[in-house]
């Protein structure tokens, strides 16, 4: 290549396309190139310096020679000299002392073209670092806008550990703020975990922020917000339950998954066991229609406490976390006992004909999974189960035909009745002694219809034969 053309083309080794800066000087053995053709000049010069061209041999002050220590790599040269102008170099705080008279006595001179001096400067390459991304930070040096420099992230990424080797603080402003303007890949995203934090610079706190959270609880806060939302009657319902239930299907961390919801279930709980208390009390001093409108209000919001409920248990029995929630469940012998009171009254026949039919489920996704084997609950937790809500079971009225199907009731309560059979069979017989007579309402049905209950009976006569 001809060094009397100083806008030769050149092999584009350091990935620069569009700007007229001539490029470095590099040597490997025989082969060398001079110049790179990369736009137009005027875009590219620092406007206070638009006489000073980066890697203009004819009148630069400093030639900046790049050793790589990474000479195996076939895209990179052994040496590349660059030539520089100080007064260019010295917005680089690096190049500002290197520069300073303080070290005059130990620089290296030559003449260049016009007779001036010129100052030698020899700097290695880590093999972590390629000579495209100082290339980069010093045209960044002689722009006049670095947008026209830094395109991509790969770019920045590449020039800012360069910039905060050189103190080149604009440079450094410049690369994180484009940062953190722009979207990332899964990959860039990585690149600048890798990259940014071992820099321990001032500014990019805001661009790590992306990544990384303040509140160590952000996550169990954000998963609790979505589950909030989705119970609480967010206008696509249906879809961001199902939406939800998904991400916290596919989370990492199973245990804050569970924590969330343990969470949720027990303040919906406490919700639950508020309106019940309320609707057999009610805070109101007026006459009874008053009264009785107050308490349908307050069944509504059982009823709608008792569908997120049933929600919250099925999605923890579908991520295998209902462990606790089933111990919790076996615990609210006040709250069946108030349901046990509704539900002997007639109001909610009329109001609420579902509610039965709701809480029932609840009682019995978490009863059938203990009677499978799938949550494995202690004797206590077992005994109380059943002797908990059994009552209400055994108190179960089915609405009007007219409201909810008789047809479907039927096959709810039998399937009930046949999982707490088989919970009272895993109880010592002494226990299921006591309770097996409690389940003598199972026989409200015709004799073909009580075959669970009388093999129940069966198992606990042959087990007492034994003795």
Not at 117 to 127: E, F, N, Q, S
Request: charged share 20%; with cysteine.
């Amino acid at each position: 290549m001809s060094s009397g053309n100083k806008k030769s083309c050149f092999n584009n080794r350091c990935g620069f396309t569009k700007l007229v800066f001539p490029v470095s000087q590099h040597t490997s053995g025989s082969m060398s190139a001079e110049y790179v053709d990369l736009g137009n000049d005027s875009e590219s010069k620092s406007e206070p310096n638009s006489s000073l061209a980066f890697n203009d041999p004819a009148f630069a002050d400093v030639v900046l020679s790049f050793h790589s220590s990474a000479s195996s790599d076939t895209n990179i040269y052994a040496i590349t000299r660059v030539f520089l102008h100080s007064h260019i170099l010295q917005q680089c705080k690096y190049f500002a002392a290197v520069l300073s008279e303080r070290w005059r006595d130990s620089r290296q001179f030559s003449e260049g073209p016009n007779h001036q001096k010129r100052i030698h400067i020899d700097m290695t390459v880590p093999a972590s670092r390629t000579i495209d991304a100082y290339l980069l930070v010093l045209q960044l040096l002689y722009a006049k806008d670095n947008k026209i420099l830094l395109k991509d992230v790969s770019k920045a990424l590449s020039a800012l550990p360069v910039a905060a080797e050189w103190l080149y603080d604009d440079c450094i402003t410049a690369c994180v703020q484009y940062l953190g303007t722009v979207p990332w890949t899964e990959e860039e995203e990585k690149k600048v975990m890798d990259i940014v934090p071992p820099l321990q610079l001032q500014g990019p706190q805001e661009l790590l922020s992306r990544i990384k959270p303040k509140s160590v609880t952000a996550v169990k806060d954000m998963l609790s917000e979505l589950v909030h939302a989705a119970i609480h009657f967010h206008p696509n319902g249906a879809n961001v339950k199902t939406f939800v239930a998904n991400l916290l299907k596919n989370h990492a961390s199973r245990s804050v998954v569970k924590l969330v919801l343990d969470d949720t279930f027990t303040k919906s709980l406490s919700t639950l066991k508020d309106s019940a208390e309320e609707y057999l009390k009610p805070n109101v001093n007026g006459q009874q229609c008053q009264i009785e409108d107050l308490q349908k209000v307050t069944l509504h919001t059982t009823l709608v406490n008792s569908k997120r409920l049933l929600w919250l248990l099925e999605t923890m029995i579908e991520l295998g976390v209902a462990d606790d929630a089933v111990t919790e469940w076996s615990e609210q012998a006040d709250l069946s006992a108030n349901l046990l009171r509704i539900f002997n009254d007639d109001v909610w026949l009329t109001c609420v004909p579902s509610l039965q039919v709701l809480l029932l489920g609840c009682t019995f996704n978490l009863a059938s999974e203990v009677a499978a084997g799938f949550i494995t609950a202690s004797y206590q937790v077992r005994k109380r189960l059943v002797e908990c809500w059994l009552p209400v079971l055994d108190g179960f009225r089915e609405p009007p035909s007219q409201t909810v199907p008789s047809a479907k009731l039927h096959p709810l309560r039998q399937r009930h009745e046949v999982v707490f059979l088989v919970i009272i069979s895993t109880l010592p017989h002494e226990d299921a002694q006591i309770l097996l007579p409690q389940c003598l309402g199972f026989a409200s049905q015709t004799v073909e219809e009580c075959g669970h209950l009388t093999e129940a009976f069966n198992v606990w006569f042959c087990r007492a034969g034994w003795h």
